[in-house]
């Protein structure tokens, strides 16, 4: 079983920044594929960011693009989501995913229903 612990949201102003925080449980974390996703209020969640377990592949959804910075430090077991030039639009919880599975493939997971672990979230919220 692997258990996600989100940190590090809040209330920051229109182009401000935020550093995310997802660390997990578990000895093979170095092998989990790790994705953060988001859902604002009467919204479907979303895919913000993916990275694998190589660290060598990731994905951005076009929204966040040169905004967003995911990444990864297995010997802290903690997956990063760095969050610049912050728009009200990015206002939702996030929320951190692993994929256990996809290891030893190189390959990254870019749909929720591939991820099997979920944290519980972490509210942003972005004033204008």
């Known amino acids: 079983q692997v258990q996600l612990v989100e940190s590090g949201g809040g209330l920051v102003q229109a182009g401000g920044s935020l550093r995310l925080s997802c660390a997990a449980s578990?000895?093979?974390?170095?092998?989990?594929?790790m994705g953060w996703f988001r859902q604002a209020p009467g919204k479907e969640r979303e895919i913000v960011a993916a990275?694998?377990?190589?660290?060598?592949?990731?994905y951005y959804t076009d929204s966040v693009k040169g905004r967003f910075t995911i990444s990864r430090d297995n010997a802290k077991n903690t997956v990063y989501l760095q969050m610049n030039s912050l728009k009200p639009e990015d206002t939702a919880v996030y929320f951190c995913?692993?994929?256990?599975?996809?290891?030893?493939?190189?390959?990254?997971?870019?749909?929720?229903?591939?991820?099997?672990?979920w944290g519980r979230g972490t509210q942003v919220t972005v004033s204008s």
């Open positions: 995913a692993a994929d256990p599975f996809t290891y030893p493939a190189r390959s990254i997971r870019v749909v929720a229903d591939r991820y099997n672990y």
């Open positions: 990275l694998s377990w190589s660290g060598d592949m990731t």
């Open positions: 578990g000895r093979t974390f170095s092998r989990y594929g």
